[in-house]
């Protein structure tokens, strides 16, 4: 009985999420889903690729948190239009909250939409929201195990973004065993390592999203 | 009718988790849940406290996760009696899952049980396993938000561990911020910084866990 509850709302989810993606692509807007652990660096990924990409695309953002608004207040500081979900205790994103989101954004003003999903590295694997790349952000000091005992998440993703590499030399992690974890699980992924702090990388993955979006 | 449905489970859940609470007493076992985001060191913390409490009281481990069984490896090589739990795609432990491994771990043989639940800081919140105290681990990479993005987990928690104490240097975090934030969700959680790396801070930690056995 419970199965079946749960395939209804997956398949309603499917549904909204499908209608959301019209909706973007009548309005040419191309979304990608950032998903991450807890502290991950999703917001300063976020800023930074407001930063990097400052004249050659037109950003939105849609932030999801259980509560607070921290995190979009730091965005709608660098003048992108921002909106807020929170879901108030559930643990992932749905399609019907995104849905909520765009009918509150000025679609036509924006390129690239970044959806910041909660932090979780397992249950925003299953919901569709009808972006059109999901994104794994991955950070150094979380380990470089994280593919191997989170595989849903990297199976269904389009890139990996590995940030934090400033602390590499603080904590024990080895890139080619992370590298070699992901390929294992998902061999298409392109892997992107960056620090939000330095900005380093930040130019590579910026230039993927762009190709992404046929914008090179 | 999908709320009903959820009801049902907790409440089954929670029959559960008081049967295995009068199995652990029955055999004077001490139950701790551990519950992190992914990376946040809660397999560390396991190996750090079975070090400090070596000789004083006995120990064994369940180890919940997605998949994979380095953890419980690791654990293994200690001598420790430890139990894996792969919850093949579930974010988190319940308390039928724990039900099973108690009945495959040597309850008299044991003084001390650290129940590892899957990395994720919302979902294990909701499912009482049985266990006489719940200790949520934070980590300084993490950043000093996490309560109040959260808060749900600090709500049920009866202590904090912040680990990864030296990576402070390196990174933007605000002690004062996150004990403040603690405390404003919850006034009477202890807080305990320590880093599984240096060793520092785990004997605060490993005094607590004997006086709340009533060992001290």
Redesign the interface.
Known sequence: ??IK?LKD?LGANDQMAQSNQQLLDGNHVFAVNLMA???AGKTSLVLETIKGLQGKVRIGVIEG????T?DSELIAQQGVPVVQINTG?E?HLDASMIRNALENLPLTDIDLLLVEN??????PAEFNLGEHRKIVVS?V???D??P?????MFIIANAVVLN?T??LP??KFDSDRFREAVREINRKLDIFEVSCTTGEGIERWTSWLLAEMGRK
Not at 148 to 152: D, Q
């Open positions: 009985m419970e509850v709302i652990s807890p502290g948190d259980i509560s607070s921290f205790g643990c909660v932090g979780n590295l397992v249950c950070s000091p979380e380990g195990d994280k191997i005992k989170y595989p849903a934090k400033d602390l603080y904590v």
